[in-house]
């Protein structure tokens, strides 16, 4: 296995609302505690990017301004280097805003925001309310379903193309449009491009979701890092979970 977990951020100030930051810090602790490495870099606007300098690359969620202003520089400058990050099975992680990014386009009053392409998708800001709440799916990794708990806040309806794959079906909230029953998307050419409208931050309620990231990044099976003592990881994830009313 690889000594180090490497992750750039893109937009690390324009795209960081409800604590998606904590997203990097629960990785970043974890790889501390099984004595890997982790180094983490940042990619702003105009910043190109190198598809091999990185295992992972993450976009947080943003308000429709920031989301906007990254919505071009995706689409642009560092359009080829994703996608050709996808195709060698780098990881690619979204949440809210940078999920609705990930596919074609994203239109709201009247504006149509450009997408990266990574996945086929389209996002929707429709009349009617906003998709709040608490929210938990289904996830089947190749593994056993398990679980991703959180918080949803998005105006936007997320459709899927027919041949994508939801990263999950919804078991308590809205997910990707309040009606289809879905939430997310995992695509790309080796199925490791990830987005999700869960918050929270997501990955310290879901501890398990952290681990699969981090060992797809490095190319391995999560049953191969070392096992930690996950007992508060354990009790923030069931905390989540009955906050969605499982």
Known sequence: MADALRVCALYPELMNIYADRGNLALL?????????????SGAGLDDPLDPDAHDLFYIGGGQD???????????TVKRDALHAAAATGKVIFAVCGGYQLLGHAYELGGERLPGVGLVDLETVREDGPRLIGNVAIEVDLGGLPRVLAGFENHGGRTRLGASERPLGRVLAGHGND??????GVRGGPKGTVVGTYLHGPLLPKNS????????????????ELSSLDDRLEDAAHQAARRAAGL
């Open 178 to 183: 309040g009606r289809s029953g879905f939430e």
């Open 208 to 223: 398990w979701f952290s681990d699969w990231l981090t060992a797809t990044a490095l190319g391995r099976d999560a049953s």
């Open 28 to 40: 970043q602790k974890r790889c501390g505690w099984r004595g890997l490495g982790f180094e983490l």
């Open 65 to 75: 301004r920031d989301q906007a202003l990254c919505a071009e520089d995706l689409a």
